[in-house]
């Protein structure tokens, strides 16, 4: 497999034109300050290590290289937004997701009851037969007609695509995080950890955050004390006084995803590509298991198109000082 050609080897004019871009678009990227400080934590920015060598990663998603970046201090919410939150604004607006105007999201088999088994055979996601496309299954009924949210107010709201959470940020006077500024926070001031809290994913014995124990797809022993979602302050929060950014649900960041972009593009205030066919999504969720997607470390990257929605994807919002 050919590796990626380190910056240094880059023929100069790509590497140039590659840089101009970049530094054009993180020069020209909208200031957005008018939303509510409250229940945000102001982050001074400044330099940190992001990326990671981690060998048992994902090569292919452009994990590495680490490389510095700088970035200006911000102001990005404690918490993922919750359904308490994301009713607020569908209440004040009328919003209707992409999830209800398609009429269908996707649904992990799991956590489906088990009378809809035989009925969705034909709903498989073949590449990943633990995803059901579910009917009626929407940010207000997690796992389609007769689920609700009534007991999970504060719990990540789910089913969201990035055009809704850009919506949601856009009515807060907030914005989506860059990429960058995203795992700056998750990284809570520690260098090149793995986790928020450091390199062992659970010190002492002690579960620090929602993801799968046991054997994925089939058995969840739930030893975390969650088979599903949970609260967004179940766990503690990392050095930054953030919490539930790692695990639980996958989040939302503005960027467009590419494997290699960042490798050549400006290290301040990066905000990825122009274009492309999918956004960056980042944290992990409470289906991710080492067996087959430990993207929970804080250097792990995905993506995915901009209308999907997910039972496993939300996002929080950021905003400029």
């Known amino acids: ?33 008018s939303g509510s400080p409250a229940d945000m934590v102001e982050l001074p920015g400044g330099t940190f290590l992001m990326g990671t060598d981690y060998p048992l990663g994902f090569p292919a ?22 359904n308490r939150a994301f009713a607020r604004f569908v209440d004040a607006t009328g919003y209707r ?5 398609f009429g269908w999201s996707f649904v992990f088999e799991g956590d489906l009851p088990e009378t809809a088994e035989a009925a969705l055979s034909e709903d498989r996601v073949p590449s990943a037969d633990w995803w059901r496309r579910i009917w009626g299954a929407d940010w207000r009924s997690p796992e389609g007609p007769g689920s609700a949210i009534n007991d999970r107010q504060d719990r990540p709201v789910v089913h969201v695509s990035w055009n809704d959470a850009t ?41 620090l955050c929602n993801i799968w124990q046991g ?60 274009e492309g066919g999918s956004r960056v999504v980042r944290g992990g969720s409470y289906l991710c298991h080492e067996s ?17 929605a997910t039972t496993n994807t939300s996002f929080r919002c950021a905003r400029d000082i």
């Open 61 to 82: 998603d452009g994990e590495g290289p680490i490389r510095e970046v700088r970035i200006d201090p911000f102001l990005i919410d404690r918490y993922p937004v919750t």
């Open 167 to 207: 919506a949601y940020a856009t009515w807060a006077g907030k914005r989506l995080p860059t990429e960058a500024e995203w795992e700056y926070t998750a990284r809570g001031g520690l260098v090149q950890r793995l986790y928020p809290w450091g390199d062992d994913l659970t010190p002492g014995g002690i579960h």
């Open 215 to 274: 054997e994925f797809p089939h058995f969840n022993s739930a030893e975390d004390g969650f088979t599903n979602t949970c609260p967004v302050d179940a766990f503690a929060a990392n050095g930054y006084d953030v919490f539930s950014i790692t695990g639980n649900t996958w989040e939302w960041c503005a960027d467009w995803f590419h494997p290699t972009f960042h490798e050549l593009a400006t290290r301040l205030n990066p905000t990825g590509p122009l």
């Open 292 to 308: 087959y997607c430990n993207r929970y470390r804080v250097g792990a990257r995905s993506s995915n198109t901009p209308d999907s």
């Open 1 to 33: 497999m050919n590796k990626p050609i380190p910056p240094c080897c880059v023929p100069s004019k790509s590497r140039a034109a590659v840089l101009q871009i970049s530094r054009d678009a993180s020069a020209a990227r909208v200031r957005v300050n």
């Open 97 to 101: 997701t992409e999830a209800e105007t």
